[in-house]
């Protein structure tokens, strides 16, 4: 192992088309627009600078006097105007102009802090973007729910609708199961306008963000821009690109909880070659689903998506039931031939057998005392159909042998509507339904493991197009989840993840609290690398396929201290800039994502010194800057 000191490169900034520039200053001011121009693209330090500038003398064509018929005096350098902009806290022009920083050899502790506080970095959707979320009506669940992104925005505007934010639950990607669930808003932002680029899935899902946009992918989790090797844009805004590098996750599909997954990751009922392999063997659609973890209906479905259904009869396997040659006649239908009919297609040999699953008994008594108990009425919604439109809704998840299965304090009367809106989501509805019945609240119980799992579905991208600039947001989600669906994709921050990528060398940054005892550190650490090593050189690399070496390398990142050294690319506008300096270099702040903060400040204030003029510093104990700006409504 070694020891290493954080760094910080700027990559990356907003440039300027000065044809296309000098085109719109001619459009909206004339030979005026033009002098102002050479004035201050002589004077500017950086492009991001004279975009910020143009943004916003634009909003009242102020390039010079008598441009706007009420504007009587303008401010004639930029140094000036910019001061006045951040004094009066219009920062909405700081966000025309972005910056991309690589941050290298920071530690996971950095990488995790600046996850949690990414206002308006590089996660960038577009307002149409649909986001899944389960809706909740006057304290309990009522249904999913899809909603716009600029509209889930348009909450931040007042008081009842920030209230609301934090109890908004979106679906998320649980990384270490593999399946969906449930995850909290911390906040939604205003992202800014940027490049917006639509990608199009193979079947026909479609999705706008930004080319730093991170999506997952069959590879972990990438840039859009990463993804398709380059995105390059034409004079005639056609974008161009390369060949996707893997495919995109979606919002995915539900499978038996049972289902046999093979090495390759694919489960075997939806493989061809394992299927096409069983049936080859001569067994039966029952008999590949018993293997399978699937039932044999399930089976006979993939069969035919994968276009095996003809095989069995083509290499003669169908007589393997014994009826080959059999001709069969009805006869005369009488009360002793419908009786050893019902007995000949009981149970397994019934074709409507699903397995045992029936509708669990109710009796008519039992039945009957509750719907009197509640006249005859859906508790929920209070209509009143006919009792034969009424359901008997067990609180308690229902199974075999359970003592609250009869019991009336656990049993509720629901119309049809709400009793499919419930079931699914009995933990949740089950505190307002007792509440309903005026008992004490039970948390419910489930013995039987889950029937079902929600995973992630991979598609390949199939188109790329340019949409132009349009105004981008973002969903900050509280712990521990850090992405959600949107437009049946999932999307996530951009970092590097030891989930997908061995390290190859343990480094560390040594905090000043731990100077004196590096000689211990160090010592701890390579007793760590050298377990690390034997652990890792135990399994065969080469022999095994990238699906099953990321799961590998997921768990064997476990063992790894958050202190190790990684890296991370991280994009922002110049007003979300100043905001996380000023957050992140405090006094209170962690001290390493205080020390790689300090080295953005000092870059910014040498690049951009008219926006950062008003930043001053106070040198702390431990070497680093304490940043804090003259303005700070911006």
């Not at 590998?552 to 990684?566: H, V």
Request: aromatic residues 8%.
């Amino acid at each position: 192992m070694e020891f290493v000191e954080p760094k910080v490169f700027l990559i990356a900034e907003s440039k300027v088309d000065h044809d296309q520039l000098k085109e719109m200053l001619i459009a909206v001011g004339g030979d005026t627009a033009l002098q102002w121009l050479a004035k201050t693209k002589e004077a500017s330090k950086s492009e991001g600078e004279l975009l910020t500038e143009v943004s916003g003398r634009m909003c009242y064509k102020s390039f010079g006097i008598g441009l706007n018929p009420n504007v009587t005096k303008i401010r004639q350098n930029s140094q000036d105007y910019i001061d006045n902009t951040l004094a009066k806290g219009d920062g909405s022009i700081f966000e025309h102009a972005s910056c991309t920083f690589a941050f290298i050899d920071v530690s996971r502790v950095t990488t995790h802090e600046l996850v949690r506080h990414r206002v308006g970095t590089a996660m960038c959707l577009t307002g149409d973007t649909l986001i899944h979320s389960v809706r909740t009506l006057h304290g309990r669940p009522d249904g999913t729910k899809k909603r716009k992104l600029e509209d889930l925005y348009q909450m931040n505007l007042t008081p009842h609708g920030r209230s609301r934010i934090p109890l908004l639950k979106l679906r998320v990607l649980d990384e270490h199961s593999n399946t969906f669930t449930s995850g909290k808003v911390h906040r939604i932002l205003n992202s800014g306008i940027k490049d917006v680029f639509e990608i199009e899935l193979e079947d026909g899902s479609k999705c706008k963000m930004t080319r730093d946009h991170t999506i997952l992918t069959s590879k972990g989790w990438m840039r859009l821009e990463d993804l398709v090797q380059f995105i390059d844009v034409n004079a005639n805004r056609v974008a161009f690109y390369g060949t996707p590098l893997a495919t995109v996750a979606t919002n995915g599909y539900t499978i038996p909880y049972t289902a046999l997954q093979l090495e390759d990751g694919i489960y075997a009922y939806r493989s061809k070659w394992w299927l096409e392999a069983k049936i080859r063997d001569g067994l039966t659609f029952r008999e590949i689903g018993a293997i399978a973890g699937v039932s044999l209906h399930t089976v006979r479905v993939w069969v035919q998506k994968r276009g095996l259904t003809g095989l069995s009869k083509s290499l003669k396997l169908y007589a393997r039931a014994g009826n080959k040659g059999l001709h069969y006649t009805l006869g005369p239908m009488n009360e002793k031939r419908r009786g050893e009919i019902s007995l000949r297609m009981r149970g397994e040999k019934n074709h409507r057998w699903r397995g045992g699953i029936t509708p669990h008994p109710m009796n008519p008594e039992l039945r009957g005392l509750i719907l009197k108990r509640d006249r005859y009425h859906c508790r929920m919604c209070s209509k009143s159909p006919t009792r034969y439109m009424l359901s008997i809704h067990h609180i308690d998840i229902y199974e075999p042998g359970k003592a609250s299965n009869t019991d009336p304090n656990n049993l509720i009367t629901l119309c049809k509507r709400c009793h499919g809106r419930v079931t699914g989501f009995e933990t949740m509805y089950a505190p307002y339904l007792y509440r309903l019945l005026n008992v004490p609240i039970q948390f419910p119980t489930k013995n039987s493991p889950r029937t079902k799992l929600h995973k992630p579905k991979f598609l390949t991208l199939v188109r790329l197009k340019y949409c132009g600039k349009q105004q981008t947001y973002d969903i900050m989600m509280k712990e521990p989840y850090h992405n959600f669906i949107a437009n049946h994709i999932i999307v996530h921050n951009s970092q590097e993840s030891l989930r997908y990528v061995r390290p190859t060398s343990l480094k560390f940054w040594l905090p000043p609290d731990l100077e004196g005892k590096s000689k211990e550190i160090k010592s701890i650490v390579e007793d760590i690398e050298k377990d690390y090593r034997r652990l890792e050189s135990s399994f065969e690399w080469e022999k095994i396929n990238f699906d099953v070496k990321k799961r590998i390398t997921s768990a064997l990142r476990r063992i790894l201290p958050d202190g190790m050294a990684t890296s991370i690319i991280w994009t922002a506008n110049h007003r979300t800039i100043r905001h996380v300096i000023t957050m992140r270099t405090a006094e209170s702040a962690e001290v390493e994502i205080r020390l790689v903060f300090d080295k953005v400040a000092r870059i910014m204030k040498e690049k951009f010194p008219l926006i950062y003029r008003d930043f001053e510093y106070v040198e702390l104990d431990d070497k680093t800057r304490s940043w804090r700006p003259k303005y700070v409504k911006a």
